[in-house]
Each structure stands twice: as C-alpha cells, then as structure tokens.
C-alpha cells in the first residue's frame, strides 16, 4: 500500500473545512513524492530517497495541520471546551437590563 493510498483513507474519516484544501493538496504532493522515491531517480539513477529527510518532515508537518497525527490530535483534544449551560443574552436583552439598572427597576 502506497504512502498516498493511506493518506487517502485518513483524509476519508477526517473532519475538514474547505480551507484545508491546499493543505491536503501538499500532503498529496509529498506522499506521491516519497511513494516515487521506492523507484530509481529519473535524473541521477541513484535508489531514490535523496530528498527524504526533508520531505518526510514536510509531509509529517502538511498532516498535523490537518489534525492526522496522533500528536495533533492529542493537542485537539486538549483544548476542546465545554460550552455554558447558560444562554447567552442577546444584544437586545442586554440593553433592557441596562435600562432597567439606569432606572433603578
């Protein structure tokens, strides 16, 4: 199974907005560049993975912005907060209590 086959199934059950689409597009990016590098350069003929410590940081990076990486996910966690019980008053409201407070009612 290919780096970007996986990103793929973790993309399907990630809760994403639309503005993380060019993040999810430079994810693609870098895991159909470090599955290319399992193949022999087209360029210099080396093995491949020449550029690895600096793509895999990148794309480790492009999935915690995205919240797919336990840590990410850890720090969302974290930072989730529980809404008041209390209804918040409307602009409305606020100005009837002043009122009132002004006019000693």
């Given at each position: 199974?290919?780096?970007?086959?996986?990103?793929?199934?973790?993309?399907?059950?990630?809760?994403?907005?639309?503005?993380?689409?060019?993040?999810?597009?430079?994810?693609?990016?870098?895991?159909?560049y470090l599955d290319a590098m399992h193949r022999p350069c087209e360029e210099c003929r080396c093995p491949g993975g020449h550029d690895l410590a600096k793509v895999g940081p990148a794309l480790l990076a492009a999935l915690a912005a995205l919240g797919l990486t336990p840590a990410a996910r850890a720090a969302l966690a974290k930072t989730?907060?529980?809404?008041?019980?209390?209804?918040?008053?409307?602009?409305?409201?606020?100005?009837v209590a002043r009122r009132a407070a002004r006019n000693g009612t």
């Open positions: 199974m290919t780096i970007e086959t996986r990103l793929r199934a973790a993309l399907r059950n990630a809760t994403l907005r639309p503005e993380d689409a060019a993040t999810v597009e430079l994810a693609h990016t870098y895991a159909r989730v907060t529980v809404p008041s019980s209390a209804p918040t008053p409307s602009p409305l409201d606020e100005l």
